[in-house]
């Protein structure tokens, strides 16, 4: 039995990852809400429950997709060591600001801000 190679696995779920963002929501705007959300909060206006479980979704969401850049994912975008998880969050959010109207997945988008600001060096 042939095994495939690796990275046709990884990208065979992060295409099966894509497509179930925007099944369940998981879009640019559901993106963007949670990073106005997590900022307000960060501000002191906590809001509801609804605004809180939110942001808190930004935040694992973000910090979930970062973390498997880091370990390699995708090769072309490198984080340093050093790049904490507040700078990762405030990266996506600040590229969320400039192109909230930009269709796709919440996962094409973090992965989108990190290639800008993180490029791997060849």
């Not at 992060?14 to 963002?21: E, I, K, Q, V």
Request: aromatic share 8%; net charge negative; charged share 20%.
């Amino acid at each position: 039995m042939k095994r495939l190679p690796i990275s046709i696995i990884i990208f065979i779920a992060m295409c099966s990852a894509a497509s179930a963002d925007n099944s369940t929501g998981r879009t640019v705007q559901w993106l963007h809400d949670g990073w106005v959300q997590s900022q307000n909060m960060a501000r002191g206006n906590i809001g509801d429950k609804q605004g809180a479980f939110l942001a808190g979704q930004y935040v694992g969401y973000v910090i979930a997709e970062s973390d498997l850049i880091r370990d390699g994912l995708i090769p072309e975008i490198a984080i340093p060591p050093k790049v904490t998880y507040d700078e990762i969050l405030a990266v996506v959010g600040d590229y969320l600001d400039a192109h909230s109207q930009e269709n796709g997945s919440a996962a094409e988008i973090v992965v989108k801000a990190c290639l800008v600001v993180w490029p791997a060096k060849d």
